[in-house]
């Protein structure tokens, strides 16, 4: 019997590349194939990554962020061929470009498509002017049919707001994250000592890509005037990006070169979190994001801003903290209120771990994209049962 095969669509950077890497890597233990398209920046990396894990992949030259008439037919194009060279029943996009052109090749080939939408919640304050042109963008390729996927309720009611797609066409399927390998530390000293820490002394650390997106600099800011005043806690970030140089320069500014470790781009995470007492996440806005959802898993008391799928996440004042996004002050009072007193971190830590299990535990997150996938694929091609998994190389972080 012919394997379900999926045809992808995604940009190569970001959460929305770590999400189509994640979930396909998990379709494929069940015995999804898929051939992903890694478009824009990156993509000759991304498309080597996925080859790793035993998917397919080839990368493919797009403009990201313009209209380039000449380019977008030739994605189109190849899509359209790629869709029948691997005999595609569904095409999954991720990213309005992607979603447009994704769209249109379902459109022509007569295949189903599912638009994974990742920008809605916060697309007026990122793109502003632009704001009303991905609208259009978006709004046109209704007329394509399709088949929306949100990440949170609040996504979807947006989405409806924006009318850009009926109700009974655009569906909530939460992030998933793998609840069995991050979990909290058995040894959380031997953690902080493999990671060249002091075993002895909590941490407070900082994860992602040092991007204008994920604000370090608010999370340098929050620990002007907190380093001083717990000497006994070790403050780290980890990641790497566009604003290393940025990082480097705010912490010699506010004398905490000395004071702030910098742990570089940790290819395991798992390892990282569970070194981390407490988990700060600055971001200006999200759709929902996994290294929070992992730092929850992992049982880290964590502390976020209130942007969009962060508050799906987070419960405040029972699961964690959330507090404004761009306001220093509110991170630094939140972060204080759990190192001031250090009995609210276990009662945060451990209902972030329910919380994720209960809502964020991948095995979730892919029962429902095959219920998705066998309504829309119904005469096609079976789909396998979530619950069938086959061995699969996990490959690299």
Same mark, same amino acid.
């Given at each position: ?6 045809? /992808? ?13 994640? @979930? ?37 030259? %797009? ?14 194009? &190849? ?20 979603? =447009? ?31 009303? *042109? ?7 390729? &209704?007329? *394509? ?9 609040? /996504? ?25 390998? =991050? ?51 070790? =403050?780290?970030? /980890? ?11 705010? @912490?010699? +500014? ?6 702030? &470790? %910098? ?32 730092? %929850? ?26 507090? +404004? ?34 809502? *964020? ?16 694929? +119904? ?19």
């Amino acid at each position: 019997m012919r394997q379900l095969s999926l045809l /992808a669509l995604t940009k190569s950077t970001g959460g929305i590349a770590l999400y189509n890497k994640l @979930l396909l890597t998990e379709l494929r233990r069940i015995g999804v194939h898929s051939h992903t398209l890694c478009l824009s920046e990156n993509s000759e990396s991304y498309a080597a990554d996925l080859a790793r894990r035993g998917l397919g992949a080839e990368p493919v030259e %797009m403009a990201r962020y313009s209209i380039d008439l000449g380019g977008d037919a030739r994605v189109l194009r &190849r899509v359209i061929t790629a869709s029948r060279e691997h005999e595609a029943d569904v095409i999954v996009c991720h990213g309005s470009k992607s979603g =447009f052109i994704g769209r249109a090749a379902g459109r022509i080939t007569g295949r189903p498509v599912v638009y994974r939408q990742a920008s809605m919640p916060f697309q007026r304050r990122v793109q502003g002017a632009k704001a009303p *042109f991905y609208w259009a963008l978006d709004f046109a390729a &209704r007329g *394509f049919g399709g088949h929306v996927v949100t990440l949170t309720e609040y /996504a979807r009611q947006e989405t409806l707001k924006a009318k850009l797609m009926p109700p009974d066409r655009v569906s909530v399927i939460r992030t998933g994250v793998d609840v069995e390998r =991050f979990r909290p530390a058995t040894d959380r000293a031997a953690a902080r000592r493999a990671l060249g820490l002091d075993p002895d002394r909590p941490v407070v650390g900082w994860m992602g890509r040092m991007e204008p997106q994920k604000a370090p600099l608010d999370y340098i800011e929050a620990l002007r005037g907190l380093v001083a005043r717990y000497p006994q806690v070790q =403050f780290v970030m /980890a990641g790497e990006g566009r604003l290393e140089g940025e990082v480097t320069q705010a @912490l010699a +500014a506010a004398g905490l070169s000395d004071k702030v &470790r %910098m742990l570089g781009w940790q290819s395991d995470p798992v390892a990282a979190l569970q070194a981390f007492d407490i988990y700060v996440l600055s971001s200006h806005w999200e759709g929902l994001p996994i290294t929070l959802l992992e730092a %929850m898993a992992s049982g880290c008391c964590c502390i976020s801003t209130d942007v969009d799928g962060c508050s799906d996440a987070l419960e405040d004042g029972v699961s964690g903290r959330l507090v +404004a996004a761009g306001d220093a002050a509110a991170l630094a009072g939140a972060l204080e209120g759990v190192l001031h007193d250090p009995g609210l971190r276990d009662p945060y830590a451990a209902a972030g771990r329910h919380r994720a299990v209960t809502l *964020f535990d991948k095995e979730t997150m892919v029962a429902k994209w095959v219920e998705l996938l066998s309504t829309l694929t +119904a005469g096609r091609a079976p789909v396998p049962s979530a619950g069938t998994a086959e061995p699969a190389s996990e490959g690299g972080q």
